[in-house]
């Protein structure tokens, strides 16, 4: 991600009084809640913490970003992760539907096989001595296909879609300078028109898919193009960057063989990651009036940066999809999808070997991966 900062080694405890990893003037800006159980109260209590927060820029946006955002009309409303209420909870109930537990269990079949293809393209590279780069041939092939299969919506082309989803992360949660700002504003925008058309045609299809069941159930068309924004993001690139995460772990902390033998072994890589190192390790909240929360004074307009995941989470996983009524939809789809994508990869190439010492990893607001996955096999180096 140009124009992020990099950390290399082991992911950082993203407090936000960490020097180098957020600017001076976002950690000014927000206050940290890092206790699991205040994080866990603060999430639970929606009418005292709202959302309103949750989807806006880290950093204010320079006037020749926003015109170019508003040439395309670019607007994204209140609608599920940053909304509240009866119109919030509508939303959800139909989104909900989506991921239940029966339609995540009936796309194991297809993540099987999704795996097992990517893994028999990268063979005969690794036999001939390549180093491979599982981010980009295993990890980023699998979470597309699974979300269209349960949404119904179609995705632009996987090359456009990488650049669309981790420039807006960068957009709303970065924070770019001048120059780079309008590089990330006019791919949002670029991405927007696209989705404003397929939402347009996904909204008049007669085959069940979810623009169609939301325009059915009264949502207005700039809702949903607000929704399946960050529906596109949170359910495709966030899930690549876990799935990233998992398999550099297995590689570098020698749990790969273990994981290739055991569905259950690579769960509990994808556990500890979850609590540790998320892709999502924090989220944002503000106060709407005066409180207290665990004997801490909050005052009405603070906002808030929630810790999700890191080191002080080890051993508590469920933090990492949020909590209460604005609890990740999709988190049973990406904490088996991690599983299996792990299990299958380290089965099909038991005998991968990391290609490098450290880790290189990219950091936002409220999200991180690890920037590439390089392996190699010790049977195919001369």
Same mark, same amino acid.
């Given at each position: 991600m140009s124009g992020c900062p990099v950390t290399r080694g082991a992911p950082l405890a993203h407090e936000l009084r960490t020097p180098g990893v957020y600017p001076d003037a976002v950690r000014r800006r927000y206050r940290a809640v890092e206790d699991p159980a205040e994080v866990r109260e603060v999430l639970r209590r929606a009418d005292d913490f709202?959302? %309103?927060? *949750?989807? @806006?820029? *880290? #950093?204010?946006? %320079?006037?020749? /970003?926003? $015109?170019a955002l508003a040439r395309v009309g670019f607007a994204l409303p209140p609608v599920l992760a940053s909304a509240t209420g009866p119109a919030h909870l *509508?939303? $959800?109930r139909v989104v909900a539907g989506c991921f239940s537990p029966a339609r995540v269990r009936a796309q194991e079949p297809t993540v099987r096989t999704l795996t097992r293809a990517a893994c028999d393209r990268v063979r005969g590279p690794l036999a001939? !001595? *390549?180093t491979v780069d599982l981010a980009t041939e295993v990890a980023a092939h699998v979470p597309p296909t699974i979300m269209e299969r349960l949404t119904g919506v179609g995705a632009p082309p996987r090359d456009r879609l990488t650049a669309w989803g981790r420039r807006s992360l960068e957009?709303?949660?970065g924070w770019p300078d001048a120059e780079r700002q309008l590089v990330l504003a006019r791919s949002a925008a670029d991405f927007y028109v696209w989705l404003r058309e397929a939402v347009s045609d996904a909204a008049a299809a007669e085959d069940g898919n979810l623009v169609a069941a939301l325009a059915e159930a009264g949502v207005e068309q700039r809702q949903i193009r607000s929704l399946a924004y960050f529906l596109t993001i949170a359910g495709q690139e966030t899930t690549t960057m876990l799935l990233q995460t998992v398999l550099a772990t297995a590689l570098h902390q020698g749990a790969w063989e273990a994981a290739g033998r055991s569905e259950r072994a690579a769960g509990e890589v994808v556990r500890d990651v979850l609590a540790t190192a998320s892709s999502v390790p924090t989220w944002r909240r503000e106060v709407v009036a005066d %409180?207290? #929360?665990? !004997? $801490?004074a909050y005052a009405a307009g603070e906002e808030l940066v929630l810790h999700l995941s890191g080191v002080g989470l080890a051993g508590d996983p469920g933090l990492a999809f949020g909590h209460g009524v604005h609890r990740c939809l999709g988190a049973g789809l990406a904490e088996r999808e991690a599983q299996l994508v792990l299990h299958e990869t380290a089965r099909a190439l038991p005998d991968l070997q990391p290609a490098e010492?450290?880790? @290189?990893? /990219?950091?936002l607001l409220s999200f991180q991966h690890v920037d590439r996955v390089l392996a190699r096999s010790p049977r195919g180096m001369p």
């Amino acid at each position: 991600m140009s124009g992020c900062p990099v950390t290399r080694g082991a992911p950082l405890a993203h407090e936000l009084r960490t020097p180098g990893v957020y600017p001076d003037a976002v950690r000014r800006r927000y206050r940290a809640v890092e206790d699991p159980a205040e994080v866990r109260e603060v999430l639970r209590r929606a009418d005292d913490f709202a959302p %309103t927060n *949750a989807l @806006s820029y *880290a #950093v204010p946006l %320079t006037p020749d /970003s926003l $015109r170019a955002l508003a040439r395309v009309g670019f607007a994204l409303p209140p609608v599920l992760a940053s909304a509240t209420g009866p119109a919030h909870l *509508a939303v $959800r109930r139909v989104v909900a539907g989506c991921f239940s537990p029966a339609r995540v269990r009936a796309q194991e079949p297809t993540v099987r096989t999704l795996t097992r293809a990517a893994c028999d393209r990268v063979r005969g590279p690794l036999a001939a !001595g *390549a180093t491979v780069d599982l981010a980009t041939e295993v990890a980023a092939h699998v979470p597309p296909t699974i979300m269209e299969r349960l949404t119904g919506v179609g995705a632009p082309p996987r090359d456009r879609l990488t650049a669309w989803g981790r420039r807006s992360l960068e957009l709303f949660w970065g924070w770019p300078d001048a120059e780079r700002q309008l590089v990330l504003a006019r791919s949002a925008a670029d991405f927007y028109v696209w989705l404003r058309e397929a939402v347009s045609d996904a909204a008049a299809a007669e085959d069940g898919n979810l623009v169609a069941a939301l325009a059915e159930a009264g949502v207005e068309q700039r809702q949903i193009r607000s929704l399946a924004y960050f529906l596109t993001i949170a359910g495709q690139e966030t899930t690549t960057m876990l799935l990233q995460t998992v398999l550099a772990t297995a590689l570098h902390q020698g749990a790969w063989e273990a994981a290739g033998r055991s569905e259950r072994a690579a769960g509990e890589v994808v556990r500890d990651v979850l609590a540790t190192a998320s892709s999502v390790p924090t989220w944002r909240r503000e106060v709407v009036a005066d %409180t207290e #929360v665990g !004997g $801490r004074a909050y005052a009405a307009g603070e906002e808030l940066v929630l810790h999700l995941s890191g080191v002080g989470l080890a051993g508590d996983p469920g933090l990492a999809f949020g909590h209460g009524v604005h609890r990740c939809l999709g988190a049973g789809l990406a904490e088996r999808e991690a599983q299996l994508v792990l299990h299958e990869t380290a089965r099909a190439l038991p005998d991968l070997q990391p290609a490098e010492a450290e880790l @290189s990893w /990219s950091h936002l607001l409220s999200f991180q991966h690890v920037d590439r996955v390089l392996a190699r096999s010790p049977r195919g180096m001369p």
